[in-house]
Protein backbone atom coordinates (compact mmCIF):
# COMPACT_ATOMS: atom_id res chain seq x y z
CA UNK A 1 0.00 0.00 0.00
CA UNK A 2 1.17 3.41 -0.67
CA UNK A 3 0.26 7.13 0.03
CA UNK A 4 -3.03 7.27 1.60
CA UNK A 5 -5.47 4.94 2.42
CA UNK A 6 -9.15 4.82 4.03
CA UNK A 7 -11.96 2.56 4.65
CA UNK A 8 -14.64 1.76 4.54
CA UNK A 9 -15.63 3.79 1.05
CA UNK A 10 -19.04 3.78 0.73
CA UNK A 11 -20.56 3.50 4.69
CA UNK A 12 -24.83 3.48 5.16
CA UNK A 13 -25.57 3.96 8.55
CA UNK A 14 -28.75 5.03 10.56
CA UNK A 15 -29.03 8.04 12.62
CA UNK A 16 -28.68 5.30 15.67
CA UNK A 17 -25.54 3.53 14.57
CA UNK A 18 -22.33 3.91 15.83
CA UNK A 19 -19.40 3.28 12.87
CA UNK A 20 -15.60 4.26 12.68
CA UNK A 21 -13.85 5.35 9.70
CA UNK A 22 -9.82 4.83 9.53
CA UNK A 23 -7.52 6.06 7.57
CA UNK A 24 -3.88 5.24 7.25
CA UNK A 25 -0.78 7.02 5.33
CA UNK A 26 2.44 4.96 4.28
CA UNK A 27 4.47 7.71 3.78
CA UNK A 28 5.42 8.89 6.91
CA UNK A 29 3.97 12.26 7.47
CA UNK A 30 3.76 13.51 10.87
CA UNK A 31 0.44 15.65 10.45
CA UNK A 32 -3.10 14.30 9.31
CA UNK A 33 -6.61 16.20 9.10
CA UNK A 34 -9.89 15.06 8.74
CA UNK A 35 -12.16 16.85 6.42
CA UNK A 36 -15.83 17.06 5.22
CA UNK A 37 -16.59 17.31 1.51
CA UNK A 38 -20.48 18.08 1.02
CA UNK A 39 -22.12 18.67 -2.33
CA UNK A 40 -21.76 22.36 -3.39
CA UNK A 41 -19.21 23.86 -0.42
CA UNK A 42 -15.69 24.14 -0.14
CA UNK A 43 -14.51 21.45 1.49
CA UNK A 44 -14.26 22.15 5.45
CA UNK A 45 -11.00 21.24 7.55
CA UNK A 46 -12.60 19.35 10.87
CA UNK A 47 -9.53 17.87 12.65
CA UNK A 48 -6.00 18.19 12.50
CA UNK A 49 -3.39 15.73 14.67
CA UNK A 50 0.52 17.17 14.65
CA UNK A 51 2.31 14.44 16.42
CA UNK A 52 -0.35 12.24 17.49
CA UNK A 53 -1.98 15.40 19.49
CA UNK A 54 -5.04 17.21 18.39
CA UNK A 55 -3.97 20.54 17.24
CA UNK A 56 -7.14 21.93 15.75
CA UNK A 57 -10.95 21.57 16.24
CA UNK A 58 -13.20 23.15 13.89
CA UNK A 59 -16.55 23.51 15.89
CA UNK A 60 -17.12 20.11 14.91
CA UNK A 61 -20.10 18.53 16.72
CA UNK A 62 -19.38 16.10 19.35
CA UNK A 63 -20.94 13.35 17.57
CA UNK A 64 -17.69 13.20 15.40
CA UNK A 65 -14.76 12.19 17.67
CA UNK A 66 -11.38 11.80 16.17
CA UNK A 67 -8.53 9.21 17.48
CA UNK A 68 -5.05 9.14 16.77
CA UNK A 69 -3.41 6.36 18.15
CA UNK A 70 0.08 7.02 16.07
CA UNK A 71 1.52 8.94 13.47
CA UNK A 72 0.37 6.67 10.79
CA UNK A 73 -3.44 5.97 11.46
CA UNK A 74 -6.76 8.46 12.36
CA UNK A 75 -9.90 7.32 13.30
CA UNK A 76 -13.26 9.14 13.18
CA UNK A 77 -15.68 7.90 15.54
CA UNK A 78 -19.29 8.21 14.79
CA UNK A 79 -22.26 8.07 16.52
CA UNK A 80 -26.15 9.44 16.67
CA UNK A 81 -25.65 11.03 12.89
CA UNK A 82 -27.94 13.66 11.52
CA UNK A 83 -28.73 13.17 7.72
CA UNK A 84 -27.02 16.46 7.05
CA UNK A 85 -23.73 14.65 8.07
CA UNK A 86 -23.76 12.87 5.04
CA UNK A 87 -21.02 13.43 2.54
CA UNK A 88 -17.48 12.67 1.39
CA UNK A 89 -14.97 12.68 4.23
CA UNK A 90 -11.40 12.70 3.17
CA UNK A 91 -8.41 12.80 5.11
CA UNK A 92 -5.06 13.89 4.41
CA UNK A 93 -1.82 13.69 5.97
CA UNK A 94 2.01 16.43 5.39
CA UNK A 95 4.84 16.57 7.11
CA UNK A 96 5.71 19.63 8.83
CA UNK A 97 9.11 20.40 10.01
CA UNK A 98 9.07 24.07 11.86
CA UNK A 99 8.86 26.75 9.41
CA UNK A 100 8.35 24.55 6.25
CA UNK A 101 5.23 23.77 4.91
CA UNK A 102 4.68 21.17 2.83
CA UNK A 103 1.86 20.10 0.40
CA UNK A 104 -1.16 17.59 1.77
CA UNK A 105 -1.23 14.29 0.62
CA UNK A 106 -5.19 13.08 0.60
CA UNK A 107 -6.95 9.54 0.68
CA UNK A 108 -9.53 8.39 -1.60
CA UNK A 109 -12.14 9.37 1.06
CA UNK A 110 -15.56 7.61 2.67
CA UNK A 111 -18.65 8.57 1.04
CA UNK A 112 -21.00 8.66 4.03
CA UNK A 113 -24.41 8.33 3.98
CA UNK A 114 -27.09 8.66 6.77
CA UNK A 115 -30.73 7.31 6.59
CA UNK B 1 -8.64 35.95 8.21
CA UNK B 2 -7.69 34.65 4.94
CA UNK B 3 -10.23 32.95 1.96
CA UNK B 4 -10.24 31.94 -1.36
CA UNK B 5 -12.87 32.48 -4.22
CA UNK B 6 -12.51 30.52 -7.40
CA UNK B 7 -15.12 33.02 -9.09
CA UNK B 8 -16.11 30.06 -11.91
CA UNK B 9 -18.32 27.02 -11.05
CA UNK B 10 -18.03 25.46 -14.53
CA UNK B 11 -15.63 25.85 -17.45
CA UNK B 12 -15.95 24.35 -20.34
CA UNK B 13 -12.88 24.24 -23.20
CA UNK B 14 -12.54 22.50 -26.53
CA UNK B 15 -9.66 20.02 -26.34
CA UNK B 16 -6.45 21.64 -27.77
CA UNK B 17 -7.29 24.99 -26.65
CA UNK B 18 -5.74 26.72 -24.42
CA UNK B 19 -7.16 26.63 -20.70
CA UNK B 20 -7.50 28.58 -17.61
CA UNK B 21 -9.23 28.29 -14.24
CA UNK B 22 -9.30 31.36 -11.98
CA UNK B 23 -8.32 31.75 -8.25
CA UNK B 24 -8.42 35.24 -5.70
CA UNK B 25 -7.04 35.25 -2.23
CA UNK B 26 -7.52 37.82 -0.07
CA UNK B 27 -5.06 36.76 3.27
CA UNK B 28 -3.22 39.16 5.22
CA UNK B 29 0.42 38.87 4.44
CA UNK B 30 2.39 36.06 2.27
CA UNK B 31 0.10 33.22 1.04
CA UNK B 32 1.06 30.00 0.06
CA UNK B 33 -1.42 29.05 -2.43
CA UNK B 34 -2.12 25.24 -3.77
CA UNK B 35 -3.95 24.27 -6.66
CA UNK B 36 -5.72 20.49 -6.50
CA UNK B 37 -7.53 18.36 -8.46
CA UNK B 38 -9.88 15.86 -8.29
CA UNK B 39 -11.52 13.34 -10.29
CA UNK B 40 -14.89 11.29 -9.46
CA UNK B 41 -14.83 9.14 -6.64
CA UNK B 42 -10.91 9.98 -5.70
CA UNK B 43 -9.49 12.42 -3.34
CA UNK B 44 -7.41 15.34 -4.17
CA UNK B 45 -4.43 15.16 -5.52
CA UNK B 46 -1.81 18.05 -5.65
CA UNK B 47 -0.78 19.76 -8.58
CA UNK B 48 1.32 23.00 -7.68
CA UNK B 49 2.20 24.94 -5.58
CA UNK B 50 3.59 28.61 -5.00
CA UNK B 51 5.54 29.18 -1.66
CA UNK B 52 7.71 32.42 -3.28
CA UNK B 53 10.03 33.21 -5.68
CA UNK B 54 9.19 32.93 -9.63
CA UNK B 55 5.63 34.18 -10.16
CA UNK B 56 5.16 31.10 -12.80
CA UNK B 57 4.88 27.97 -11.01
CA UNK B 58 4.91 24.63 -12.84
CA UNK B 59 3.36 21.66 -11.95
CA UNK B 60 1.66 18.14 -12.61
CA UNK B 61 0.75 17.22 -15.89
CA UNK B 62 1.43 20.22 -18.09
CA UNK B 63 -0.20 22.59 -15.87
CA UNK B 64 1.13 26.03 -14.14
CA UNK B 65 0.03 29.08 -12.25
CA UNK B 66 1.01 32.77 -12.04
CA UNK B 67 0.93 34.31 -8.98
CA UNK B 68 -0.06 37.89 -9.36
CA UNK B 69 -0.25 39.70 -5.62
CA UNK B 70 -1.77 43.14 -7.25
CA UNK B 71 -4.34 41.44 -8.44
CA UNK B 72 -4.34 38.85 -5.83
CA UNK B 73 -4.59 36.03 -8.34
CA UNK B 74 -3.21 32.50 -8.43
CA UNK B 75 -5.03 31.38 -11.64
CA UNK B 76 -4.10 27.80 -13.40
CA UNK B 77 -3.11 27.56 -17.08
CA UNK B 78 -2.62 24.97 -19.33
CA UNK B 79 -1.43 25.86 -23.29
CA UNK B 80 -3.30 22.78 -24.67
CA UNK B 81 -6.22 20.80 -22.45
CA UNK B 82 -6.70 16.82 -22.65
CA UNK B 83 -10.26 15.28 -22.49
CA UNK B 84 -8.81 13.71 -19.46
CA UNK B 85 -7.87 17.04 -17.93
CA UNK B 86 -11.60 16.79 -17.27
CA UNK B 87 -12.23 17.49 -13.06
CA UNK B 88 -13.41 19.03 -10.31
CA UNK B 89 -9.85 21.92 -9.62
CA UNK B 90 -9.75 23.67 -6.39
CA UNK B 91 -7.66 26.10 -5.34
CA UNK B 92 -6.45 26.82 -1.81
CA UNK B 93 -3.82 28.99 0.63
CA UNK B 94 -2.48 28.77 3.93
CA UNK B 95 -0.83 31.36 6.33
CA UNK B 96 3.26 30.46 6.78
CA UNK B 97 4.01 27.61 8.52
CA UNK B 98 0.23 26.95 9.59
CA UNK B 99 -1.50 24.01 8.50
CA UNK B 100 -4.95 25.19 7.54
CA UNK B 101 -5.67 24.98 4.11
CA UNK B 102 -8.20 26.99 3.16
CA UNK B 103 -10.49 25.81 0.02
CA UNK B 104 -12.07 27.50 -2.77
CA UNK B 105 -15.54 25.89 -3.90
CA UNK B 106 -14.00 24.17 -6.47
CA UNK B 107 -14.58 24.60 -10.58
CA UNK B 108 -15.42 22.00 -12.69
CA UNK B 109 -13.60 21.83 -15.96
CA UNK B 110 -14.42 20.09 -18.89
CA UNK B 111 -12.82 19.77 -21.68
CA UNK B 112 -14.87 18.71 -25.05
CA UNK B 113 -13.39 16.39 -27.71
Known amino acids: ETGVTQTPRHLVMGMTNKKSLKCEQHLGHNAMYWYKQSAKKPLELMFVYNFKEQTENNSVPSRFSPECPNSSHLFLHLHTLQPEDSALYLC??????????????FGPGTRLTVL | AQSVAQPEDQVNVAEGNPLTVKCTYSVSGNPYLFWYVQYPNRGLQFLLKYITGDNLVKGSYGFEAEFNKSQTSFHLKKPSALVSDSALYFCASSLGSARQLTFGSGTQLTVLP
Open chain 1, 92 to 105: ASSQSQGSSYNEQF
